[in-house]
């Protein structure tokens, strides 16, 4: 008998581990609704650069970015990010 593992992706370098949280392989980023690996988290802990493909997928998709001077992302707070033209805004 074959079990499956479900497996997610890192939405910045789209490297695929395993879904099990408690183990620590990634991390899952509510405010934009998607995962990052362990490594792209701990390599990026000010946040992504504003001009990471990644982040134009996301305003493409209408989240709110707020890049800081340094051209640096800051990864949101919990619950704090919001789409654009939302009534909360």
Not at 3 to 8: A, G, H
Not at 24 to 34: D, L, Y
């Amino acid at each position: 008998m074959v079990i499956d593992t479900p497996f997610l992706h890192c939405f910045l370098c789209g490297c695929r581990f395993g879904a099990d949280f408690e183990s620590r392989q990634g991390s899952f980023v509510r405010a934009w609704k998607i995962v990052v690996c362990a490594r792209c988290f701990a390599g990026n802990r000010a946040g992504p650069a504003a001009d990471h493909p990644a982040i134009k997928k996301l305003t493409r998709q209408g989240i709110a970015i707020r890049p800081s001077d340094r051209g640096i992302v800051p990864w949101p707070d919990e619950g704090a990010a919001q789409k654009t033209g939302d009534p909360a805004n």
